[in-house]
């Protein structure tokens, strides 16, 4: 199955998720498609149709993203570009911190992924999951990625942050863990 993305990270969390899957990276000479969907299930399956497309066989793509309530839904599905293209994971999480700050609201958000796959034969299937949470106002933990140092998940009996969370304790709950066991239970029926 090719998994629509040249980021190893995404990779190597994908096959953890998914054992027993063959999950291969695209080609570095890939050209990836422009994502100009308006939701995250129009940009996943943006990508998975591509990759289908140029390369055959069995395709998956995730999109994902946080939506904070305060915010109406930001940064949504410019997550990884809130505070511009380039920006760095830092600029995107100081972005979101000042603007839920000013908004005085509750810090509720939600973690966002959807994966689409398309088979072998081009049916397309669509599957999407959530964490919610809140926002901390300072960073916590070494580990994780993104928004993670500042998103404390309903889903655990304490006050640690994703990236407080041990590997397997961020899998069970998180919003792509959650997705890839709706896929998985799929691909099993």
Known sequence: MILATSNLHKVGEMRELLPGIDLQPLPESYESPVEDGDTFEANALIKARAAHAALGGVALADDSGIESFDLGGAPGIYSARYAGEGASDEENLDKLLREVDASGGERRAAYVCVLAMIDGDGTEHVFEANCEGRL??????????????????????????????????????SHRGRAARLLAAHLSD
């Open 136 to 173: 901390l106002r300072e960073r916590r933990g070494a580990g994780g990625f993104g928004y993670d140092p500042i998103f404390v998940p309903d889903d655990t009996n304490d006050e640690r942050t994703m990236s407080e969370l041990s590997a397997d304790e961020k899998n069970a709950i």
